[in-house]
């Protein structure tokens, strides 16, 4: 079997930078084991698998090189770039349905999107889990605990900036990952997120961990707009609404890649 695969880096308007995700549109999904199997030869923070519904949406569903995960920003805001561009999807808006509900995505500009996310709360916690901060290497921090993710609250966007985690014991957090968070300089709000629980190390640019940090600045800074910087390597710039119960998130995608991969048995899965 040959199916199309594409690469293309999200919330950033140049290449090699924000983060990349491939991007596999499916007519019928293929085994879950092949499509960690794909995942991992893609050896990319995420592959998007997507299929089309008779109603017009589509089924999404997101696999790391090591595990599916429930919710993924930047590589649904990838899979929709590639349909706009590629796949001649010309509707107002995408609806993706995914295990974390119904996500909306809508074309905001020349290869930028607004991606709309169920917000996702968090409450602060007393009781640290094993490995938090021994991993982030800091004596002590507010800490708060989402459906998904720890967010630990820095002092300052240095104080981000500075984290050298030991991802040996941070992997210990029982959780998908850890997002450490502060108030930012040049942006409202300036983050990492770190999961290697899932395979990943530190992650470029996280969508869907902005469902839990954009709540909790907008009410700590008294404004439902916020830009947001997060501070990786290759970085990543969204600019995000709170509106009501969802997380509104706009960037910009750039296409790397266009190929085709194959799934025969017993031939290697690789990009033409």
């Given amino acids: 079997m040959r199916l199309p695969v594409y690469i293309a880096d999200a919330f950033t308007h140049k290449l090699f930078s924000g983060n990349p995700a491939a991007v596999c549109p499916l007519t019928?999904?293929?085994?879950?084991?092949?499509?960690?199997?794909?995942?991992?030869?893609?050896n990319l923070s995420e592959t998007v698998f997507f299929v089309p519904q008779q109603d017009g949406a589509f089924t999404v569903r997101w696999f790391t090189p090591t595990v599916e995960v429930?919710?993924?920003?930047?590589?649904?805001?990838?899979?929709?770039?590639?349909?706009?561009?590629?796949?001649?999807?010309?509707?107002?808006?995408?609806?993706?349905?995914?295990?974390?509900?119904?996500?909306?995505?809508?074309?905001?500009?020349?290869?930028?999107?607004?991606?709309?996310?169920?917000?996702?709360?968090?409450e602060e916690v007393t009781d640290m889990p094993e490995g938090l901060f021994e991993g982030l290497k800091i004596a002590h921090a507010p800490v708060f605990k989402s459906s998904f993710d720890y967010m630990v609250v820095l002092?300052?966007?240095?104080?981000?900036?500075?984290?050298?985690?030991?991802?040996?014991?941070?992997?210990?957090?029982?959780?998908?990952?850890?997002?450490?968070?502060?108030k930012g300089e040049a942006s409202d709000v300036v983050a990492r997120c770190f999961y290697?629980?899932?395979?990943?190390?530190?992650?470029?640019?996280t969508g869907s961990a902005h469902t839990i940090i954009i709540p909790y600045w907008a009410k700590q800074l008294g404004k439902n707009q916020?830009?947001?910087?997060?501070?990786?390597?290759?970085k990543g710039y969204l600019d995000c609404e709170l509106r009501g119960e969802r997380v509104l998130m706009r960037g910009e995608v750039v296409t790397y890649l266009?190929?085709?991969?194959?799934?025969?048995?017993?031939?290697?899965v690789v990009a033409e």
């Fill in 196 to 205: 290697p629980q899932s395979g990943i190390n530190e992650d470029p640019v």
């Fill in 28 to 42: 019928d999904w293929l085994p879950d084991e092949l499509m960690q199997q794909i995942a991992a030869e893609n």
């Fill in 70 to 122: 429930k919710l993924c920003g930047h590589a649904t805001l990838a899979a929709a770039h590639i349909m706009y561009t590629e796949l001649s999807y010309d509707k107002e808006e995408i609806v993706f349905l995914s295990a974390s509900g119904k996500l909306v995505v809508t074309k905001v500009g020349e290869n930028k999107y607004q991606l709309d996310f169920p917000a996702n709360t968090c």
């Fill in 155 to 182: 002092p300052s966007q240095q104080a981000v900036e500075d984290l050298q985690p030991a991802f040996s014991e941070l992997a210990k957090v029982k959780a998908r990952g850890v997002i450490c968070t502060a």
């Fill in 226 to 234: 916020l830009k947001s910087t997060q501070l990786s390597k290759r």
């Fill in 258 to 268: 266009k190929g085709t991969f194959f799934t025969e048995e017993n031939k290697p």
